[in-house]
């Protein structure tokens, strides 16, 4: 009996890694597997999340925006929402999170600041919201708490 429940804990753990790891792969910048342990253990689907959200899926935008990471996951998080915007365009972005409550948008802006302190994108590295989103800068400058 030991054995079976081993083995089948031993499946699911394999099945998971595999998943992760092929999540890891499937974009063309930095995503770690603590990242994906991290979402996946608050009850994410941040893999799908990222790929709807790459093809300009607006619920999935805001979604991925929206969610929450404490510490350093906040930098690696923000560091995947700059890919986003630089995959959809910072007008498309700005237009989505222009509509979120303003506490909302905050915490947007929160983690979208950390990342450039994490991506790897080099027309990224080294750069703040005001250089490389003018656009999104000035509403992060309107928005109040």
Same mark, same amino acid.
């Given at each position: 009996?030991?054995?079976?429940?081993?083995?089948? *804990?031993?499946?699911?753990f *394999?099945v998971c890694?595999?998943s992760?790891?092929?999540?890891?792969?499937?974009?063309d910048?930095?995503?770690?597997?603590?990242?994906?342990?991290?979402?996946?253990?608050?009850?994410?689907?941040?893999?799908s999340?990222?790929e709807?959200s790459?093809?300009?899926?607006?619920?999935?935008i805001k979604?991925?925006?929206?969610?929450?990471?404490?510490?350093?996951?906040?930098?690696?998080?923000?560091?995947?929402?700059?890919?986003?915007?630089?995959?959809?365009g910072e007008?498309?972005?700005?237009?989505?999170?222009?509509?979120l409550?303003?506490?909302?948008?905050k915490e947007?802006?929160?983690?979208?600041?950390?990342?450039?302190?994490?991506?790897?994108? #080099?027309?990224?590295?080294?750069?703040?919201?005001?250089k490389?989103? #003018?656009e *999104?800068?000035?509403?992060? *400058?309107?928005?109040?708490?």
């Amino acid at each position: 009996m030991r054995q079976r429940i081993a083995y089948i *804990l031993f499946t699911v753990f *394999l099945v998971c890694s595999c998943s992760q790891n092929n999540c890891e792969s499937r974009f063309d910048f930095k995503l770690t597997s603590q990242l994906l342990v991290k979402a996946n253990d608050k009850g994410y689907s941040y893999c799908s999340l990222i790929e709807k959200s790459l093809k300009s899926n607006s619920k999935a935008i805001k979604e991925l925006s929206l969610l929450s990471f404490d510490a350093g996951f906040a930098y690696e998080h923000g560091a995947v929402l700059i890919e986003v915007i630089d995959s959809i365009g910072e007008d498309e972005y700005a237009r989505l999170i222009i509509q979120l409550p303003n506490r909302k948008r905050k915490e947007v802006f929160y983690s979208l600041r950390a990342g450039f302190d994490y991506t790897q994108n #080099p027309n990224y590295r080294n750069s703040n919201l005001k250089k490389s989103f #003018p656009e *999104l800068h000035k509403i992060y *400058l309107e928005t109040k708490l």
